[in-house]
């Protein structure tokens, strides 16, 4: 999605990927790299421990364009980021003889957790202001570090944040929540709020063998996981778009995926195609909408195993107090 400013931008494609990568001076197997899902894998890159990966980089502007415009002193510029150790790197591209715009960018291992976001900003002087953001790549590209193939949507982001102290500011209003699920980017999100529950984040990050330690993150985990397979849900079914007869359309990306998963669950003995044509008669005109959440959550518990964790959990605490009465 386009931000309006009051300023002319640039209208045209901007082309931005990722050429090629060194591992501490290594090249990273052109196979752990994806342009159609603009991603990077560097788990399993053939080396355990390694300090710092080059990125080279590449971009294309529609230059007829930035020559016919009212913009001055453009510069291009690689961003990378991530939420999770809320650390943020820039680096300059170049213009090349080509025409292209070329650069690289280091990420440091040290400074990075999971997983990381490429993008880039065309910056240029504006109606003799300068610094204005001009242009962007529509899509990211995604940096991940845990990943062993380039797939964009392999992974849920997780993010552990003080909710009050935050520097987004939209999680402040829930400062009393646990966690919240944030679905509408290409990567969905879980916000775990460090000062909601005392020992929350303890327990989810802890690797004690325990049982009732391990019986409580597993239950936690399992609840956060049914959020996070509703809120998905909710999200694909508002993000369909239709054919000329009003038909909606299989989204794309992890909307699908969770579609695929979770209609035949919600909607059985559905072929696909009708099961989206109902969900969106119900959702959007209201019949049997509100007996259908049933139903999503039932399929939300599946997918996260919430009763079997449960169910473990119970047992574990009716059998101490079994021997506690002996």
Known sequence: MRSVVPYPTLFGEIDFEVVAVAVDGADLPY???SRAERAVAMHQTGRTEWDTAVLRLKA???????????????????ILAERATNVRSTAFLTHDADGSWRGMIDLSHARHLQRATLSL????????IGGRLIGATDKDWVVDLEAAAPLRQGAIEIVQVDFVESADEWLRPFKESAWIVETSGEIPTVYINTTAVDGLVAVLNGNSTQPAERLLREATASQIAQDVWTAMFHTAIGDFEFDEDGTPQMPTGWRERVL??????ILPNRQLSDALYEIHERRTKGFGWAELQTNIQHAAGRRSQVTKKLTNAIRSVARGEAREAR
């Not at 020559?67 to 291009?76: K, L």
């Not at 900003?121 to 003799?128: D, M």
């Open 121 to 128: 900003a065309v910056v240029g002087k504006v109606e003799g």
């Open 260 to 265: 695929r998963v979770m209609l035949p669950d």
């Open 31 to 33: 196979g752990k790299i």
């Open 60 to 78: 294309v502007l529609p230059d007829d364009e930035i020559a016919d415009g009212p913009w001055e002193s453009i510069v291009c510029l690689a």
